[in-house]
Antibody, heavy 120, light 107 residues
Framework: QVHLVQSGPEVKKPGASVKVSCKAS????????ISWVRQATGQGLEWMGW????????AYAPKFQGRLTMTADTSIDTVYMELSGLRSEDTAVYFC?????????????WGQGTLVTVSA | DIQMTQSPSSLSASVGDRVTITCRAS??????LNWYQHKPGQAPKLLIY???NLQTGVPSRFSGSGSGTDFTLTITSLVPEDFATYYC?????????FGGGTRVEIK
């Protein structure tokens, strides 16, 4: 059974960076792309970017360009999302999601979410 | 970016009711449209992919339809565990975008 297990909650100060992990089980992480989606409190879902763990290729939403880095350690089936230059507006729950490509694509399995709080 | 607009933003319904949620894209997304259910504190759950395909394990009371710019998610007979927020999502173009969500509450 496919599971994506994310790292625990984080509290960061403005200007700091946060790195969230997403460990895959039940499949080999190199076989599917991973996207990251976030949800600020009381807001909807927002796509941040995508990674192919096998090739290392990435694509980021324009609003995160220059602040967002996605990486993978395929030896432990884990992908990472690092967001730098944190500001209060980045306070949100961050989800990783396994992306299946089939006539477009969809997010088939999701991690449990990681709350990142940015506060002075 | 393609804008996705859901309506209504919230609704109140009773167990057993039929519920219809609509999603409109700012331009055609063909059938590259998915639906998710999201409950507080949980991971979102895929319900429908490519407009009308029921994800494995999702009850048949859920169905999706539409193409181009207009899509519908229907729940034929609400059960208690269906009270949640529902999101549409287009994967036609980068960046993928979500609708603002429809919160289904108990009347």
């Amino acid at each position: 059974q496919v599971h994506l297990v994310q790292s625990g909650p984080e509290v960061k100060k403005p200007g700091a960076s946060v790195k969230v992990s997403c460990k895959a089980s039940g499949y080999t992480v190199t076989t599917f792309d991973i996207s990251w989606v976030r949800q600020a409190t009381g807001q909807g879902l927002e796509w941040m970017g995508w990674m192919n763990p096998k090739s290392g290729n990435t694509a980021y939403a324009p609003k995160f360009q220059g602040r967002l880095t996605m990486t993978a350690d395929t030896s432990i089936d884990t992908v990472y999302m690092e967001l730098s230059g944190l500001r209060s507006e980045d306070t949100a729950v961050y989800f990783c999601a396994r992306e299946v490509r089939y006539s477009g694509s969809f997010f088939e399995s999701w991690g449990q979410g990681t709350l990142v709080t940015v506060s002075a | 970016d393609i804008q996705m607009t859901q309506s209504p933003s919230s609704l109140s319904a009773s167990v057993g009711d039929r519920v219809t949620i609509t999603c409109r894209a700012s331009r055609s997304v063909s059938t590259y449209l998915n639906w998710y259910q999201h409950k507080p504190g949980q991971a979102p759950k895929l319900l429908i992919y490519t407009a009308s395909n029921l994800q494995t394990g999702v009850p048949s009371r859920f169905s999706g339809s539409g193409s181009g710019t207009d899509f519908t998610l229907t729940i034929t007979s609400l059960v208690p565990e269906d009270f949640a927020t529902y999101y549409c999502h287009q994967s036609f173009s980068i960046p993928p975008t979500f609708g603002g969500g429809t919160r289904v509450e108990i009347k």
